[in-house]
């Protein structure tokens, strides 16, 4: 099954556009008839996590992190949705997509989502067991589409509200369709959107942990499934992101760790723990200190929950 997202990729708009400048003695980059001819194209929209200039893997402690860089980090478990997925020509017209189902891209009549998931858990801190994640990995989204000359790419970071409503509505924690059997809080609560679990350790050698959990709350009464009396959660907190000068056949979505945790202090999390850490769970600041620069770092706002791409300094490209 496969799902077109763009059912209208030509608008008046562009068609407009496109005679200006035939009008002026330019020409638009696709003649009409050209289009035409375009046949679907697949497409790899791939991810990968960096620090620095360092791919991240399982199996390396990466320094430089906190106020001081006296920190280094090692990831457990980086994972997260991708939905909303739309690709922009040089005009900034939206270009026609289908999107590929597997069992890490599903979709209905609600929309699509895909999980990158960057890490296994057989190595490394990868392997510890109160941080790890799943055994198996995914680090691209695929699909088809007419290749008009991609330019941006733009898409959420998270599941979709109408697709939770009815997931939570209509399945159990037994059968939820993959990849929704997984990023829970805890069943039919609502989901998470972006997780990473990670080791931390300071210039002396003094461990501790990180857990980084963004998702939407306030998603439902006392005794009743997430969504089942409203149709979006009170704080959505889903990240967006929009990247200009983007083609996938050559451009790879980065997830930057060192944009993600800046402004964090590696504080003890715990009254009389004595140990780095940091703690975010999408709760509010008061509660949660570590969610305010996270929150501020993914363009989110912790006062309403809403998302501004050019906000979001944690996804870039190269």
Same mark, same amino acid.
């Given at each position: 099954?496969?799902?077109?997202?763009?059912?209208?990729?030509?608008?008046?708009?562009?068609? =407009?556009?496109?005679?200006?400048?035939?009008?002026?003695?330019?020409?638009?980059?696709?003649?009409? @008839?050209?289009?035409?001819?375009?046949?679907?194209?697949?497409?790899?929209?791939?991810?990968?996590?960096?620090?620095?200039?360092?791919?991240?893997?399982?199996?390396?402690?990466?320094?430089?992190?906190?106020?001081?860089?006296?920190?280094?980090?090692?990831?457990?478990?980086?994972?997260?949705?991708?939905?909303?997925?739309?690709?922009?020509?040089?005009?900034?017209?939206?270009?026609?997509?289908?999107? @590929?189902?597997?069992?890490?891209?599903?979709?209905?009549?609600?929309?699509?989502?895909?999980?990158?998931?960057?890490?296994?858990?057989?190595?490394?801190?990868?392997?510890?067991?109160?941080?790890?994640?799943?055994?198996?990995? !995914?680090?691209? &989204?695929?699909?088809?589409?007419? $290749?008009?000359?991609?330019?941006?790419?733009? +898409?959420? =970071?998270?599941?979709?509200?109408?697709?939770?409503?009815?997931? &939570?509505? /209509?399945?159990?924690?037994? $059968?939820?369709?993959?990849?929704?059997?997984?990023?829970?809080?805890?069943?039919?609560?609502?989901?998470?959107?972006?997780?990473?679990?990670?080791?931390?350790?300071?210039?002396?050698?003094?461990?501790?942990?990180?857990?980084?959990? &963004?998702?939407?709350?306030?998603? /439902?009464?006392?005794?009743?499934?997430?969504?089942?009396?409203?149709?979006?959660?009170?704080?959505?907190?889903?990240?967006?992101?929009? =990247?200009? !000068? +983007?083609?996938?056949?050559?451009?790879?979505?980065?997830?930057?760790?060192?944009?993600?945790?800046?402004?964090?202090?590696?504080?003890?999390?715990?009254?009389?723990? $004595?140990?780095?850490?940091?703690?975010?769970?999408?709760?509010?600041?008061?509660?949660?200190?570590?969610?305010?620069?996270? +929150?501020?770092?993914?363009?989110?706002?912790?006062? /309403?929950?809403?998302?501004?791409?050019?906000?979001?300094?944690?996804? /870039?490209?190269?």
């Amino acid at each position: 099954m496969q799902l077109n997202v763009n059912f209208k990729p030509f608008t008046i708009a562009s068609l =407009l556009a496109a005679s200006l400048l035939s009008a002026c003695g330019g020409s638009s980059s696709r003649d009409n @008839d050209d289009v035409k001819n375009l046949v679907p194209r697949a497409f790899s929209l791939n991810f990968k996590a960096m620090s620095g200039v360092e791919e991240i893997d399982c199996d390396t402690m990466y320094s430089g992190y906190g106020d001081d860089q006296s920190y280094s980090v090692g990831v457990s478990d980086l994972r997260f949705y991708v939905s909303n997925i739309k690709f922009y020509d040089l005009y900034d017209v939206e270009i026609e997509t289908t999107l @590929d189902e597997n069992d890490f891209q599903y979709q209905n009549e609600q929309g699509f989502v895909g999980l990158i998931d960057l890490t296994s858990n057989a190595t490394g801190s990868c392997a510890l067991d109160s941080l790890s994640g799943t055994s198996r990995t !995914n680090s691209l &989204i695929s699909g088809t589409y007419i $290749d008009t000359g991609v330019a941006k790419v733009t +898409f959420d =970071l998270g599941l979709p509200q109408a697709m939770m409503k009815e997931v &939570i509505a /209509t399945t159990s924690v037994e $059968d939820a369709p993959s990849p929704l059997n997984e990023m829970y809080w805890s069943w039919a609560s609502g989901y998470r959107h972006f997780l990473m679990n990670f080791t931390i350790e300071d210039t002396n050698g003094v461990a501790g942990n990180g857990l980084l959990h &963004i998702g939407s709350k306030s998603c /439902t009464g006392d005794g009743l499934l997430a969504l089942e009396t409203q149709d979006e959660c009170d704080y959505v907190n889903t990240p967006k992101v929009a =990247l200009n !000068n +983007f083609n996938p056949a050559i451009n790879t979505v980065v997830i930057d760790m060192q944009n993600v945790l800046a402004g964090l202090r590696f504080a003890p999390t715990a009254a009389g723990v $004595d140990v780095p850490g940091v703690s975010c769970h999408s709760a509010p600041v008061a509660m949660q200190a570590d969610c305010g620069p996270i +929150f501020e770092n993914m363009g989110i706002s912790t006062e /309403t929950g809403e998302s501004v791409a050019t906000d979001n300094s944690t996804v /870039t490209a190269e």
